[in-house]
């Protein structure tokens, strides 16, 4: 039995995509492994370029070259992940930011939480003051102005006269360390 024209167009339409794909997947992945860091991040970019690729099959306009185009769409994409990242750490004009490694994340007791959380505040501020002590002066001075402060690495950057991406890794070398020696503290009160 034979298939009518735009059935028949459709199944050579979808061989063409599957062979695509076999054949492009692993050098696509390998391309954007080596632009982002994490690979759980460069097998979404890869998800959404394939899907931009079966979205643009459906178009009336053809793409040309398969391989020119899916690695124009994964450039394009890394680009966004990228640009999504660094507001994500340099935070909005309020200083506002979303880096998991460059976020304290600890939970205080509550302050009308009794004798016992009142005890358990003020052991882990002497901590974090002991803690605050142990880094470098340069590390103490980012996380203080930035995370106490509220102030902004632009404005920290334009002060101190050094670049935002050296005041991010003083923050976060300082965010680790607190959290280490916090983890700590908290491991004291609960044992």
Do not use: C
């Amino acid at each position: 039995m034979e298939l009518s024209k735009p059935f028949a167009e459709l199944a050579e339409r979808n061989t063409d995509l599957t062979a695509t794909v076999l054949r492009e997947r692993s050098r696509l992945i390998n391309f954007i492994r080596r632009r982002v860091r994490h690979r759980l991040d460069a097998e979404d970019i890869l998800q959404e370029v394939l899907y931009s690729f079966v979205a643009a099959l459906r178009l009336p306009t053809p793409v040309e070259n398969a391989s020119a185009w899916l690695f124009q769409v994964a450039r394009n994409r890394i680009v966004d992940h990228l640009r999504k990242r660094r507001e994500a750490l340099l935070g909005d004009a309020d200083g506002h930011y979303d880096a998991p490694d460059m976020r304290l994340d600890l939970a205080w007791p509550a302050a009308d939480g009794g004798p016992e959380a009142l005890y358990a505040r003020a052991a882990l501020m002497d901590a974090l003051q002991e803690a605050l002590e142990e880094l470098p002066q340069a590390q103490r001075d980012v996380f203080i102005a930035h995370e106490l402060e509220g102030r902004s690495f632009k404005d920290l950057s334009e002060e101190a006269g050094v670049s935002v991406n050296t005041l991010l890794a003083r923050k976060r070398y300082a965010v680790l360390h607190l959290r280490s020696r916090l983890r700590a503290a908290y491991d004291e009160l609960d044992g």
